[in-house]
């Protein structure tokens, strides 16, 4: 077991997503940077998929109440444990009683923790990703106690594991959306050129840029939408849907990023530039 002593400003428990029930109105949700989870889990002997502890911007303060072995990688800060500075990117063993204090993300907004054999919260649609009104909790609140599996086991044998995303990127690599051909020439030329910054309306729904393109008079049928589709209001304001965002939508959906791009947009905080590229 881990018991919360802190829980940091949002912190959820998070898979690679509940697939297969998007036609019944359900959001994928699952790890807003799936790369930087699954090297977590790839670094603890895990498959990719398990679930793992999603933070954003500031962590938690977590106890351990049993052996098991942890890994931190994304966006982390000052990580802590019992005191003592530890580095993302690398496994560790922990024990009973032994504290770990993930403080704030500063190169990159979300980290993620995982231990071996994965958190073994409740699963709700063949996933343990957290998502309000699906399951029990939205969020991490002090003094909770989340199951794991005690492991006295050794740390996993090195192998190769996949190199960290670097965050500070700023391209965005998307494919033409279903009505980008509808955008005039220079809505074009703006969406190719352009330098556009995160808005703080920003979240595991979606994220919204400050800068807009030309307004337009487009309308179509509500469609389907996925995670990283890039939608256009009437009014030129662009919204990129994330991991929890709704399965259809009526705005236009002018560019579809990229896995690796999602992952990286989840990482940008307020008022960060990024540019797309198709």
Same mark, same amino acid.
């Given at each position: 077991?881990?018991? $919360? ?9 998070q898979?690679?997503?509940r697939?297969?029930? *998007?036609?019944k109105?359900? =959001? ?5 940077d ?9 670094l603890?002997?895990? !498959?990719e998929?398990?679930?793992?502890m ?14 098991t $072995? ?7 800060g000052? &990580? ?8 993302? $990117? ?18 990159g907004?979300?980290?993620y ?10 699963e709700? &649609?063949?996933? *343990? ?16 106690? &989340? ?30 959306? =279903? ?6 020439t220079?809505?074009?030329r ?12 920003n979240?595991?729904m979606a ?7 030309? =307004?337009?008079?487009?309308s ?15 009014a ?10 709704q399965?259809t939508?009526?705005? !236009? ?15 940008k905080?307020?008022?960060?530039e990024?540019?797309?590229s198709?």
């Amino acid at each position: 077991m881990i018991k $919360v002593l802190e829980p940091g400003l949002f912190s959820t428990i998070q898979d690679l997503g509940r697939k297969g029930y *998007r036609d019944k109105g359900v =959001p994928l949700s699952g790890a807003m940077d799936s790369h930087s989870a699954a090297l977590a889990n790839t670094l603890v002997g895990n !498959p990719e998929g398990a679930a793992v502890m999603e933070t954003t911007m500031t962590g938690p303060k977590l106890q351990f109440d049993g052996e098991t $072995v942890f890994a931190i990688t994304g966006g982390s800060g000052s &990580l802590m444990l019992n005191g003592e500075e530890i580095q993302p $990117v690398r496994a560790y063993k922990a024990k009973r009683g032994d504290i770990l204090d993930m403080g704030r993300s500063n190169n990159g907004l979300r980290a993620y923790l995982a231990v071996r054999k994965g958190f073994r919260t409740v699963e709700v &649609l063949g996933s *343990r990703s957290w998502y309000v009104p699906l399951t029990p909790s939205s969020h991490l609140k002090k003094g909770d106690i &989340l199951p794991v599996e005690v492991y006295s086991g050794e740390l996993p044998k090195s192998r190769r594991v996949p190199k960290p995303v670097d965050f500070s990127k700023k391209r965005l690599k998307a494919c033409k959306g =279903p009505e980008f051909t509808l955008l005039s020439t220079q809505q074009q030329r703006q969406l190719k050129t352009g330098i556009f910054t995160v808005a703080k309306e920003n979240n595991r729904m979606a994220c919204q840029l400050n800068e807009n393109l030309l =307004p337009h008079e487009m309308s179509i049928l509500t469609s389907a939408t996925l995670p990283g589709t890039v939608q256009l209001t009437p009014a030129g304001k662009m919204i990129i849907l994330m991991r929890d965002a709704q399965t259809t939508g009526g705005y !236009p959906r002018i560019l579809q990023l990229e896995e690796e791009a999602i992952c990286l947009l989840a990482q940008k905080h307020t008022g960060e530039e990024i540019m797309f590229s198709f």
